[in-house]
């Protein structure tokens, strides 16, 4: 008796479940279109197989722009946060960065149940293993997916967002398992189909650090860490008291000498020293023998003891990812205050995956040679739930575009963090898995996080993920904090016995003459909050703290952010300085022979986008503008 395949067909295919997959899945969905989501494993969903938490420095902006554009991750982690904190408030609010411990079971259970309750979105266990194309003219037009069963799924557009996945083996000591995070199941099919599809392949490294058991942990050693008294939502369409519950304190412990002794001796054992491991491990994220290897000068490390949840005894152990063998990771634990009785419940370990090279993507992140097959997350040679999220969300959104006829929506570096990641990898080639970093965004005092709604909700409304509620509630809040701003700069005080007495009382200095309120409110030790006694028209009622925060902000920090303004009006120069589809850079004489290979490689769509290329310096940027004038 012959078997009969199952075929189907949707509009867009999601490859994978994991934060790029969920957010790619849930734009196309909510854009309209038949959508179609696959993962290895439904126990996967939007799993964090690493850190159990949400955000941190340069991520929690991610978040709040994926929510403030319309995407899930910022409302999730809302929704099962075990304990929030807002990190580097010392400094200026640039970098000022949301972090929430999460439940991971519940945030799980909670994207989960968002899926499946979204319109026009299928869930589907099954692993992927082919790519289905027609060749027309000299490139590749995706046509569907085959899964492992031989079950067909026609469709005009596919996201990849395979995570660590892709012939996945981990690693510790000389233990291999040919599995993908968390023991689950490995994705092998797939990498073959895109090779023959002419995709490039390399290997990328990751690992995690053991898990242990809270029982045998003896806090009393360690330093708490609560989290904040007051609460900062990741997502704009919450209040801090919709979302206040009772949180959970991690805790602060330190490797030593001993510590480092151990590593030392056996660092001979470690596969990432002997070359057992062949992919390229996080520069930024590194494991505990490469943090011992390469500082010996320092004498300790510090490790965060972190819960992975309300309702379990695992507790994570930032800071110590390891793929040294068993009885090793146990030895080194051991010497640490608190954990000298520690039980490990599971192994650290090293993850080596398949990922592409991110270059061979176009800005919109759909591939340059296979029209319709678009890429999001580790599968680009980036880390990070919150990276991977981002890119799922656009991904989405762009096939979803394409699908309806219109233009990607390509965000720039001087627009969102979102924009410096998605032009980092598809412009600067990595050699390693990529990290999002306060320090990449060339504008960060535009790009705060505290800001992101008003960079961004506008257009999260023009693409279709903000309701029409929403995007009430936020013109007002825009109008309200604009109307506030432009009051209290009009506003002036005089320099009467009053005044004086209040400047006085707060170590300012006495005014000479009459000034606007808006002038005291950015001396440093003055805000808008401790000048309201000078200011009787002031109507507390209408504004929030969320509110307050940016009248403030914009005050105080009117003269950089002017400044930053310009320096972005020159950027967008070079940016609308479009470069022909058809250049052959072989006919531009004088380029460099590098420039001319990384350009042609790259293909960049700008002026500015070619400037940002590793290998084209300034003098071909020159010899490039000239060309194209004289064309």
Not at 315 to 333: F, K, N, R, T
Not at 598 to 614: D, F, H, M, N
Request: charged residues 30%; contains cysteine.
């Amino acid at each position: 008796m012959s078997s009969t395949h199952i075929e189907e067909d949707y509009d867009i295919v999601v490859v994978g479940a994991g934060h790029a997959g969920c957010e790619a899945a849930l734009a196309a969905a909510r854009m309209g279109f038949e959508t179609i989501l696959f993962t290895i494993s439904m126990d996967s969903i939007a799993m964090m197989p690493c850190n159990p938490n949400i955000g941190g420095s340069s991520k929690g902006h991610l978040v709040r722009e994926i929510d403030a554009l319309g995407g899930e991750m910022g409302k999730n982690i809302d929704k099962t946060y075990i304990q929030s904190k807002m990190l580097n408030v010392s400094k200026g609010p640039a970098v000022h960065s949301l972090r929430a411990q999460a439940d991971k079971v519940e945030y799980t259970k909670q994207m989960r149940l968002t899926l499946q309750n979204t319109e026009k979105l299928t869930l589907r266990q099954a692993e992927v293993t082919e790519l289905l194309y027609e060749d027309k003219e000299d490139k590749k037009y995706i046509c569907g997916v085959k899964t492992f069963s031989g079950a067909v799924y026609h469709c005009k557009a596919v996201i990849l967002a395979t995570g660590t996945y892709l012939k996945a083996r981990c690693i510790y000591g000389d233990v291999v398992n040919h599995t993908g995070p968390n023991g689950l199941m490995a994705a092998n099919g797939l990498s073959d189909s895109m090779s023959d599809a002419g995709i490039t392949l390399r290997r990328f490294k990751t690992g995690t650090p053991a898990r242990l058991d809270k029982k045998t942990i003896d806090f009393s050693k360690m330093e708490e860490q609560k989290g904040d008294e007051h609460i900062v939502p990741f997502s704009f369409t919450n209040k801090a008291s919709d979302i206040e519950r009772e949180q959970i304190s991690c805790w602060l412990t330190y490797t030593n000498k001993e510590t480092h002794k151990i590593i030392k001796d056996n660092i001979d054992r470690s596969p990432l020293f002997s070359g057992f491991i062949e992919g390229t491990g996080p520069r930024y994220c590194p494991s505990i023998e490469d943090k011992v290897m390469k500082f010996p000068d320092k004498d300790r490390h510090q490790l965060f003891i972190e819960p992975e949840g309300e309702f379990t005894n695992e507790m994570y152990m930032g800071g110590m990812s390891s793929s040294l063998p068993e009885d090793v990771q146990y030895a080194m634990i051991r010497t640490v205050a608190g954990l000298e009785n520690v039980k490990i419940i599971r192994n650290a370990y090293a993850i080596e995956y398949d990922c592409i090279n991110a270059i061979n993507l176009n800005n919109n992140l759909e591939f340059k040679d296979i029209d319709g097959l678009f890429a999001a997350g580790q599968i680009n040679g980036s880390s990070g739930y919150e990276e991977a999220a981002a890119q799922g969300l656009m991904a989405g959104i762009n096939a979803a575009r394409k699908l309806q006829g219109r233009e990607p929506v390509c965000l720039d570096r001087s627009q969102a963090y979102i924009g410096v990641l998605i032009d980092d990898l598809v412009t600067k080639e990595t050699h390693e898995p990529y990290r999002m970093m306060t320090s990449r965004a060339e504008y960060r005092l535009l790009l705060r996080q505290d800001n992101a709604d008003l960079r961004l909700t506008d257009i999260g409304y023009e693409i279709g993920l903000i309701d029409d509620e929403r995007y009430k509630d936020f013109t007002t809040k825009r109008r309200l904090i604009n109307e506030e701003i432009e009051r209290v700069n009009s506003m002036m005080i005089g320099a009467g016995s009053s005044t004086q007495e209040f400047l006085e009382s707060h170590n300012s200095a006495p005014l000479k003459t009459a000034a606007s309120l808006g002038e005291l409110i950015r001396r440093p030790e003055l805000s808008y909050e401790l000048v309201k006694e000078l200011d009787k028209d002031r109507d507390e009622h209408l504004l929030d703290s969320d509110i307050i925060n940016q009248i403030n902000i914009a005050i105080k920090y009117e003269g950089y952010i002017t400044r930053q303004k310009q320096q972005v009006e020159q950027f967008k120069k070079l940016e609308r300085r479009m470069i022909p589809e058809d250049i052959d850079y072989e006919d531009v004489s004088n380029l460099r022979k590098e420039a001319r290979q990384k350009l042609s490689e790259v293909r960049p769509v700008s002026i500015g986008q070619a400037s940002r290329i590793s290998g084209v310096s300034p003098a071909d940027v020159s010899v490039l503008l000239i060309y194209l004038h004289s064309r």
